[in-house]
């Protein structure tokens, strides 16, 4: 509604070209078809490792910004992008790094002496 008013008062609204409906369009049916899939993959396969399988758009959108647009992503963006890998890998696997690093031997190992 919003956008609706911003666009009549402010800019000039025209209809827009065919190829750019049929972007729309076809932008609109991929996320449709992004959903089901996604939840069938987590119907079949553990949520952990879809997560980890999801959270690699972050690489194929920087792959596709660099390879197709010819637009170098800055150290922000990869920090970022490098961030949310991490923490999402890190909450993956959170029982198996907890189980290697057991802070119980630890600190009894030390009150037996």
Do not use: H
């Not at 959108?61 to 970022?80: E, H, K, N, R």
Request: proline share 4%; charged share 10%; with cysteine.
């Amino acid at each position: 509604m919003c956008g609706s008013i911003g666009l009549f008062t402010f800019g000039q609204p025209s209809c827009p070209a065919y190829d750019e409906w049929l972007l729309a369009i076809a932008i609109g049916v991929l996320g449709l078809v992004q959903q089901y899939v996604l939840v069938w993959a987590v119907q079949l396969e553990s949520p952990a490792r879809v997560t980890i399988v999801r959270q690699m758009q972050i690489v194929l959108a920087y792959s596709v910004q660099i390879v197709l647009f010819g637009v170098m992503p800055t150290w922000t963006d990869l920090l970022g992008a490098g961030l949310v890998l991490g923490t999402v890998v890190a909450i993956t696997f959170e029982k198996t790094i907890t189980g290697l690093c057991d802070v119980k031997n630890l600190c009894s190992s030390g009150e037996e002496a």
